[in-house]
C-alpha cells in the first residue's frame, strides 16, 4: 500500500494563482520529505524538502508547510507560472534507512494555463 | 559530466522476451536505484544497490533482476517479458544514503505486447 498518500491526482490553475498539493503518511520514523518535480519525458528532479523540525520552508515561489502532529505536509505554489506545469510528487524516508530509499506519493499532475 | 544516463528510450517487446536496460552514471555515486512509474502509482522501487557487488530487493521486485560489477553502471534484466512490464522505468543516483537526493536519468519507456 501506498506509505505516502498524495492529493488530488491532478489540478488546473489560472497564471499568477496558487497550487496546493497535500501529503500524509503514517510511519512515524520518517524525518525527511523531499518534492520532486517531474515534466514530460524527463526524470523526476528535486524541488524542495523540508526536515521535521522546521513547521516551514520556502525556496523562492516553492514552500512546504509541514505539520508533524498531523502527519501532514504540503507544497503551495505561489503565483503559479506556464513554466510550472509539471507532475508533482511528495516522498518521504527515514534517516534509520541507511539506504536512503525514499517513499513517493502518487504524483499530482500541474497545469498552468497562460 | 552527462549525469545519470539510461539506454534505450524506447523498447516495443513480445511477451515472452527478455531485454536489459542500461544504466550509467558519472558523477561517482555510491547508491543507485531502479524505479518504474505507472501512471496514478507514482515511483515504485524495484531494486537497489550501495556499490559494487551490493545489491537488494525494492518493492516491486518480481520479474527482475540487476547486477552492479562498477560502480558506474546498473543494469536492469527482464527476464520473459510480461504486460505487467509495460512501464516508464527510471534509474537514480545518489551521493549517499544521507544526502537523501537523488539523481534521475532520463528514462526508457517500455511496452510489452
Known amino acids: 500500500q501506498q506509505q505516502v498518500k498524495q492529493s488530488p491526482q491532478s489540478l488546473i490553475v489560472q497564471k499568477g494563482g496558487i497550487s496546493i498539493i497535500n501529503c500524509a503518511y503514517e510511519n512515524t520514523a520518517f524525518d525527511y520529505f523531499p518534492w520532486y518535480q517531474q515534466f514530460p519525458g524527463k526524470g523526476p528532479a528535486l524541488l524542495i524538502a523540508?526536515?521535521?523540525?522546521?513547521s516551514e520552508k520556502k525556496e523562492g515561489r516553492f514552500t512546504i508547510s509541514f505539520n508533524k502532529s498531523a502527519k501532514q505536509f504540503s507544497l503551495h505554489i505561489m503565483d503559479s507560472q506556464p513554466g510550472d506545469s509539471a507532475t508533482y510528487f511528495c516522498a518521504a524516508t527515514s534517516s534509520t534507512d541507511s539506504w536512503g530509499k525514499l517513499q513517493f506519493g502518487a504524483g499530482t499532475q500541474v497545469v498552468v494555463t497562460p | 559530466n552527462a549525469g545519470v544516463t539510461q539506454t534505450p528510450k524506447f523498447r516495443i517487446l513480445k511477451i515472452g522476451q527478455s531485454m536489459t536496460l542500461q544504466c550509467t552514471q558519472d558523477?561517482?555515486?555510491?547508491?543507485m536505484y531502479w524505479y518504474r512509474q505507472d501512471p496514478g502509482m507514482g515511483l515504485k522501487l524495484i531494486y537497489y544497490s550501495v556499490g559494487a557487488g551490493i545489491t537488494d530487493k525494492g518493492e516491486v521486485p518480481n520479474g527482475y533482476n540487476v547486477s552492479r560489477s562498477t560502480t558506474e553502471d546498473f543494469p536492469l534484466r527482464l527476464e520473459l517479458a510480461a504486460p505487467s512490464q509495460t512501464s516508464v522505468y527510471f534509474c537514480?543516483?545518489?551521493?549517499?544514503?544521507?544526502?537523501?537526493?537523488?539523481?534521475f536519468g532520463p528514462g526508457t519507456r517500455l511496452t510489452v505486447t
Open positions: 523540508i526536515r521535521p523540525d522546521v
Open positions: 537514480a543516483s545518489s551521493w549517499t544514503s544521507r544526502t537523501y537526493e537523488q539523481y
Open positions: 558523477m561517482n555515486h555510491n547508491y
